[in-house]
């Protein structure tokens, strides 16, 4: 038991505080003064920065501090690329503080850190973001009830004191999710949270929580990460060894799931992220129609309305387990940062070609330097261009069985794929992942090479020989006149 308790410490003293901020929650909610609420929270959020860090807690304070003064020195015109630059040129720096004569911080540090880069620089884009619209919208825009996801309907511009509540308040802050700046200023001053029923929320979200850390408990200790570097694992059967990610990643996967729930309780627990279900609410998002309305709702509406806390929904377990395409699968694993991702780096990247480079490159240095994070990370696009073919060709018109049996092997495909690339994000240099992947003979890719091609192959077959439809026979008789 007491071996138990020192190896896993840091994850007992994160599971630890995570439980206590939902403790903390609906007596947070209760706090009726904005302004103490306000400062309650970013309170809240530096002690717990100073419990997890210690001394380390300089590198969370000192970034988002500059980075916000750098949004307000900074026109509004570029204060997003400034403060861009300047907050992943810092998570460099505190990755590599060592090379620099400094310590390193902690796991859980690191953590912190890139949930505040979010913050500072998602705001620096709303601010940006909506500065743009206002500027281009025309007054039939205005009017117009169905607002798209990326459109803004009013001016975001927070002053110093609401940029620094916003990056330290407690809630999201150990671990997610990521929520916009617009979405934590409602929270105050809308009166959704003290309507909607947090505590039913709270307890559906924590209920599976025993489950994946009972099933991580389990799997990690019968399937180690580091029996894939052992002798005996080499000596075993290949089959075996080509099987064995599978452990691997159930067991990483029911980890992430049990911190990222608890992550949302936290959410549930404070009432932050609770909308009207009307508003048809997106993880990160928010409402994404009728928002306006939504804002001039009267107490007995909001009284008598449904809500639903989507906003602050970080994984879709169900589809993470069970979607059949690796496309569909990234959409719900940690939805809250591929938002951020897809929202500010996908969307705003000036090169087209490029923007889904850009969104990886991105994704992968805020999760870190590792080898393994590239290796994960940069094969899902080489992945897609096999799985695309084939769901167009077999899976996309397929109905009855035929669809079953065609979604299984595709199902069974994808996470197997996701396996492979999750023992490199687990073994994280190269070395070590060499070591696993020179056991199975780096199989996957020659796999993947050999699907693609024969892809290519049967992609223009079909294309030869499918029926013409009646205006491809008109193109080929105008051509032949």
Sequence with gaps: MIGFITKN????????????SVVVGPYYRSISTILLKKWTGTLLGLILIVTVSGYSAIHPILSATIGILAI?????RFCHIVTFFFMFGYLVFFRLADKFGFSLSSGQTNLIEMIIVLRVVGVAFEINGSWLAMKNKKEES?????????DFVEIINPDLSDLFHYSFNYIGLLTGPYYRYR??????????????DCFGATINTLKAVPLYISLYLAFSNIWPLEYVLTEE????????RMLYPWALFAAFRQRIYAGMTLAESVCNSAGLGAYPVQGRNRTGHG??????????????EAKNSLYDFNTVESMDVWGCESV???RDSMKVWNKAVQYWVAMFVYKRFPIKPLKIHAALFISVIWHGFHAGYFFCIYFCPFYLMAEDIYYKLYYKNATGMKRNVIG?????????????????????????IWIYYSSVYHYWYGVWLVFLLIGIALNQFHKTNRPKNSNEKKVDQIKTE
């Design 72 to 76: 307000k020195a900074s026109t509004v």
């Design 233 to 240: 694992h080499n000596s075993r059967h290949i089959i075996y």
């Design 287 to 300: 409402p994404t129609v009728g928002y306006m309305k939504l804002k001039q709702m009267s107490e007995e």
């Design 9 to 20: 410490i840091n994850d007992i003293i994160y599971l630890s505080l995570l439980l206590s």
């Design 142 to 150: 205005i009017k117009n009830e169905k607002e798209k996801d990326d």
């Design 183 to 196: 979405t934590f200023d409602d929270y105050f001053y809308l009166p959704f949270s003290k309507n909607a």
């Design 324 to 326: 059949v395409t690796l």
């Design 408 to 432: 299984f092997v595709m199902w069974f495909l994808r996470s197997h794929s996701e396996s492979y690339q999750a023992a490199a994000f687990l073994l994280l240099t190269f070395d070590r």
